[in-house]
């Protein structure tokens, strides 16, 4: 396929508003104008639209194919919130209204979903208080990082350390750094949780926090999660709750009432909105009586009689996190969901996570090797390790898969299981899907014995066939030059 | 001279006073192909067991840790250039830097070969 630059033709144009020597000269100062042309594509309004409509058409998503993406709970979004979305009422809501005099009052349908979004996340996690300010997972985990060094220096406190397991998400140590803290990695023990003793001797009055993920990214939940906690509160440190995970235990388990103090979701994973190159997203931190004052402002508030406005007064607080309130349409899809699942549909939610995802594990064990195989959680690691001498590695089994018509897994992640490969099928999955993907896994384990070639020169389907990714990392080209 | 190793995967060859640093085989092995690498800045002090380095393959981003305690004296700038140098030659053109030691006697706590590779086996 050539790109849209391929099929300029000089001179063309899709618009003509006037004559090339009749455009007025010296309109804008000279300062401001090009030394040379912007190269842009000189093409007509069907060009750009076969051109699209074209690249469109090989887009693989979660709307046309499974998607199984490990870590990242791409299940289906329902169409209904794309329209809640479209409402006018929100789609012509100017973001700054609120904050203007007078704009309050006008605004009133946009505040009350973020009064309202809070108050549903906080009870779906056991917390006091939500900010939906943040943009993003990792932007929500600087923000609980920020609250926690805002908390502890609030307390005339100088903590130094915050304590991640070497299966947590690769952003949380990040987001520590970020915030000014050094990290700690603890082991993963033989069952797949953080080594306990481990831990115990990394603890101490100089750690501001513990970053955890429950269940971990085995798909693993920690049996020692409550102890976990309560050692962490005992010197003083703060429980951090990366909710990346939160599919598996919506409606059953409150982190809030295991003894977390922060909370952050990412709203494009577990309440079904768009992400993966489609965001935006969002990830919104939800805290404990004691953080609340620090969370960012403004606020939105309830007044007496009803009323939502903004309240900046919170003279502990970190700051503003984000522009307007957040991702507003992302916070309303959201929003628009959990209403209209209610209680019952987010337990069934995590209840049908969970299923196919030990249903899919309990039919694969034996023909690929689980090294932390007991029932899982919402998502399950499988290795390649024992196919390798076959030849065949966890990326030849993702390209074979593209074939196949099935989105690669997550792989190389976590980093603690040689040749990963993680599966989370997501709720939103038919028990025939599943099937299908059962069967094309195991067509896999046998063709790496019998015919490794067939998995390893794939994919042969694709207008892109085998990338060399290390040539793509070496030697990195994402502009086109005209020959 | 002998190759120590340490349980993270990096190797240490030591000469006098001078400590020669790197990752070993089998460290480039599990992480495939090497597209970057970010060195130490020389004369940065370093401590045992705390990160030096950090090397990008394909597959992740890793960090690298130092062996000994010391100053970084000398950085191998070629495997900047040329990542795929700790591939090719883990333990010769792919070094990463020189460590002047501060602390002989955490050599005591590092493996031998014959160790290593025993350590190896059984991961």
Redesign the interface.
């Known amino acids: 396929m050539q790109l849209i630059f391929e099929r300029s033709v000089k001179g063309r144009r899709a618009v003509k508003f006037c004559d090339d020597e009749k455009f007025p000269e010296n309109i804008f100062p000279q300062k401001y104008s090009r030394a040379k042309d912007a190269d842009l594509p000189e093409v007509s309004e069907l060009d750009v639209i076969r051109h699209y409509t074209n690249l469109s058409r090989r887009n693989f998503s979660v709307d046309t194919n499974f998607y199984p993406l490990g870590s990242c709970t791409m299940k289906y979004n329902p169409k209904f919130t794309e329209k809640i979305a479209s409402l006018e009422g929100f789609t012509q809501l100017h973001p700054l209204m609120p904050q203007i005099f007078g704009g309050g009052i006008l605004s009133q349908g946009g505040l009350e979903v973020i009064y309202k979004s809070e108050q549903l996340l906080s009870e779906i996690t056991g917390m006091k208080a939500f900010t939906m300010q943040p943009l993003a997972g990792a932007h929500g985990e600087l923000t609980g990082a920020m609250v926690i060094a805002q908390y502890h220096k609030n307390n005339g406190d100088r903590r130094k350390y915050v304590i991640v397991p070497d299966s947590s998400h690769?952003t949380n140590p990040a987001s520590a750094v970020i915030a000014g803290y050094e990290v700690i990695v603890i082991k993963t023990d033989k069952d797949g949780g953080m080594d306990i003793d481990e831990f115990k001797s990394q603890l101490n009055t100089d750690v501001a926090a513990v970053m955890l993920t429950c269940p971990n990214t085995l798909g693993l939940f920690n049996s020692n999660i409550k102890i976990i906690c309560d050692m962490a509160h005992e010197v003083g440190a703060l429980m951090y709750y990366d909710g990346a995970n939160l599919n598996a235990i919506l409606g059953k388990v409150r982190p809030g009432d295991i003894g977390f103090d922060i909370v952050h979701l990412n709203l494009h994973k577990t309440f079904a909105t768009p992400h993966g190159g489609g965001g935006p997203g969002a990830g919104p931190v939800g805290v404990t009586e004691k953080l609340k004052k620090f969370l960012p402002i403004p606020r939105v508030i309830q007044r007496k009689d009803g009323t939502y406005a903004l309240r900046y007064k919170y003279p502990e607080s970190i700051g503003y996190m984000a522009p307007f309130l957040g991702n507003f349409g992302v916070i309303l899809k959201s929003y628009a969901y959990i209403m209209m699942l209610g209680k019952q549909g987010l337990i069934e939610v995590s209840e049908n996570a969970v299923l196919s995802t030990n249903y899919i594990r309990a039919k694969l064990k034996k023909y690929f090797y689980i090294p932390y195989d007991k029932i899982c959680m919402h998502e399950f690691v499988i290795s390649a390790k024992t196919l390798v001498e076959r030849g065949v590695r966890a990326i030849d089994i993702a390209k074979f898969l593209i074939d196949k018509g099935i989105h690669p897994p997550t792989i190389?992640?976590p980093?603690i299981v040689?040749e990963a490969i993680m599966i989370e099928p997501t709720e939103t999955e038919s028990k025939e899907t599943l099937d299908n993907f059962i069967d094309i896994m195991k067509e896999i384990s046998r063709l790496a014995q019998e015919d490794p070639d067939k998995i390893i020169n794939t994919p042969k389907t694709t207008p892109v066939n085998r990338l060399d990714?290390?040539k793509a990392?070496?030697d990195l080209c994402i502009r086109w030059h005209a020959a | 001279m002998k190759l120590l190793f340490t349980k993270e995967h990096e190797w240490v060859k030591v000469d006098g006073k001078t400590a020669t640093m790197g990752i070993s085989d089998h460290a480039q092995h599990?992480l495939g192909?090497i597209?970057?690498v970010e060195l130490p800045a020389i004369g940065a002090v370093c401590k045992q067991s705390a990160q030096i380095a950090t090397v990008?393959s394909?597959?992740?981003?890793?960090d690298v840790y130092a062996p000994v305690s010391g100053k970084v004296t000398e950085i191998n700038d070629e495997v900047e250039a040329t990542?795929?140098t700790l591939n090719i030659s883990p333990y010769e053109k792919g070094w990463i830097c020189k460590i002047e030691l501060s602390n002989k006697e955490e050599l005591s706590s590092l493996m031998d070969q014959a160790q290593y590779d025993e350590y190896v086996k059984g991961l």
């Open positions: 690769g190389y992640f980093l040689p990714e290390t990392a070496r | 599990s192909d597209t970057f990008e394909v597959k992740a981003a890793s990542p795929e």
